[in-house]
Nanobody, 121 residues
C-alpha cells in the first residue's frame, strides 16, 4: 500500500515558522504532483501549494511570498516551509499526491491524514 506520512504541524505564535513534511511510502515508481491543502473550521478545503515532478510550483495568493513548497523526488517527499505565519493560516493541512505510479503498474491519488497547524495571535 501507499501511505503519506505527515509531520511538522503544531502550535506557533503569529510571525513564527513551521516546516511541514510529507513522505510517501510504498512500491512507488513516480508521483506526478504533490501538494498541500488546508481546511479551516467552517471553510472549504483549499489548495495551498503544489509542485510537479519537474518542479513547477503553484500557490494560493494568500501565502505567496511566505510559503515555499519543495520536493525530493528520490525520497518521494514534499515539504512546505511556512514563514511569517498568521492566525488565518490556522487549519488542518493535508498532504496530497496525484498520479502515484507504483512498480506494479497502478495509478492512484492519495491523501495524508492531516496535521493541525494553529497560529496564535
Amino acid at each position: 500500500q501507499v501511505q503519506l506520512v505527515e509531520s511538522g504541524g503544531g502550535l506557533v505564535q503569529a510571525g513564527g515558522s513551521l516546516r511541514l513534511s510529507c513522505a510517501a511510502s510504498g512500491r512507488i515508481f513516480s508521483i506526478n504532483t504533490m501538494g498541500w491543502y488546508r481546511q479551516a473550521p467552517g471553510k472549504q478545503r483549499e489548495l495551498v501549494a503544489d509542485i510537479t515532478y519537474g518542479g513547477s510550483t503553484n500557490y494560493v495568493d494568500s501565502v505567496k511570498g511566505r510559503f515555499t513548497i519543495s520536493r525530493d523526488n528520490g525520497k518521494n517527499t514534499v515539504y512546505l516551509q511556512m514563514n511569517t505565519l498568521k492566525p488565518e493560516d490556522t487549519a488542518v493541512y493535508y498532504c496530497n499526491a496525484l498520479g502515484v505510479m507504483t512498480r506494479i503498474g497502478t495509478r492512484n491519488d492519495y491523501w495524508g491524514q492531516g496535521t493541525q497547524v494553529t497560529v496564535s495571535s
